[in-house]
């Protein structure tokens, strides 16, 4: 990774202001707000191509290149604090704490790295197929058997195994002190992080999508057939499945987004409680390899070069920064929102964009008039 980071503040054209109509709640008038674009905070170049992350703690973001090569980079202003050859698994993701960043080796190992140095801390034989994840003082990858390893993230010594039918298609992730994690035949399984004992099994009627996910007490997940699905965490009951489209997944506070291919990429907020569809958002962007990530009340949705910023509630959409051009053999693009900032690594650049902790104005969440 080059030294070189770019640090810089766009030039405020008139062009480049995003100009929100809005209806001021109850008013019976419109409002109109004016907000100034947000703004790169740092910018690094990348020599060889990204394949991992961002994934951010509180002072650092981490990605790694199809190298395998793992980079430490200073959240606030970009600077390489460290790399290290991990032979890192290529397109699985990177865990991280406080105190170490936690890699899906290629040479079949899950290992620890120091987080202020890069040095290995431990490594664990395991086949790993997955990124690991980390909560609660332990990690938890999946390997090609079909077998959930938790590691305690100190040591690495392994403190419990459990198996799924076949080789899983989807996670693991954690939520509420339960691991969640999907096999090839359409079965979710959940067990309980600290013992491993199965917690219960749902059986998903068409083979399941790598996308996983949980909020509110709900796991969200879709299916080859273009169905997502919405079980409950506790017990595995499934509360409802909607057709999207086969789509990529987040969720937040009050809705689960899917990002689907309708000819363009258009994401789709479904209610996370019925699974009614809310809003939807056409973008100008094929659907090839769309992100889609949310914090707060803003959604953000990149594909093919842009981001556009969306309202939750209301699917509103906002000032979205350019990204830089995507190489058509590899067009992935990653986004990490973190307060107010958003973390995006390209196939050849990571960069930090200033969005504010709220990019949208009062008139836009109801509370009238611009100025009142």
């Not at 109509?21 to 740092?42: C, I, K, N, R, Y």
């Not at 987040?250 to 409680?273: F, H, I, N, P, W």
């Not at 107010?340 to 964009?353: D, E, K, M, N, Q």
Request: charged letters at 15%.
């Amino acid at each position: 990774m080059p030294a070189r980071t770019t640090r810089g503040r766009r030039p405020l054209a008139a062009a480049a202001l995003w100009t929100a109509l809005v209806s001021a709640v109850g008013a019976g008038t419109w409002a109109v707000t004016t907000l100034l674009p947000s703004e790169p905070e740092w910018t690094v170049p990348v020599e060889t191509t990204l394949a991992a992350g961002p994934t951010t703690t509180r002072h650092a973001v981490y990605v790694g290149d199809t190298n395998g090569t793992v980079y430490a980079l200073d959240a606030a202003t970009g600077r390489t604090r460290w790399t290290h050859p991990a032979y890192l698994i290529p397109h699985t993701t990177l865990a991280a704490d406080d105190d170490s960043v936690f890699v899906s080796s290629q040479d079949h190992t899950v290992s620890a790295l120091d987080a202020a140095t890069g040095q290995p801390r431990w490594s664990t034989p395991l086949d790993p197929m997955t990124g690991p994840v980390t909560a609660n003082g332990l990690v938890f990858a999946a390997d090609h058997n079909g077998r959930i390893q938790a590691l305690d993230a100190a040591t690495g010594r392994p403190r419990w195994s459990a198996w799924v039918d076949k080789e899983v298609a989807a996670g693991p992730v954690v939520s509420h002190g339960t691991v969640i994690a999907a096999g090839q035949n359409g079965i979710v399984y959940a067990f309980n992080a600290a013992t491993g004992h199965a917690a219960w099994s749902a059986n998903i009627p068409a083979p399941v999508r790598n996308e996983l996910t949980t909020a509110g007490g709900t796991v969200f997940l879709s299916s080859k057939d273009g169905r997502v699905h919405a079980l409950d965490l506790a017990t595995g009951l499934i509360r409802w499945s909607a057709r999207t489209g086969i789509a990529h997944l987040t969720a937040g506070k009050a809705y689960v987004y899917a990002c689907t291919a309708r000819g363009k990429a258009v994401v789709v907020a479904l209610d996370a409680d019925t699974g009614e569809e809310r809003w939807h958002h056409a973008t100008s962007q094929h659907a090839s390899d769309t992100a889609i990530a949310v914090a707060g009340d803003t959604v953000y949705a990149a594909a093919d070069g842009e981001i556009d910023v969306l309202y939750a509630p209301t699917g509103e959409s906002g000032w979205g920064p350019d990204l830089p051009a995507l190489p058509k053999n590899n067009p992935h693009v990653s986004m990490a929102p973190v307060g107010g900032t958003l973390y995006v690594t390209t196939a050849h650049t990571a960069r930090a964009i200033h969005m504010g902790n709220d990019p949208f104005p009062a008139a836009v969440h109801g509370y009238g008039a611009a100025g009142q």
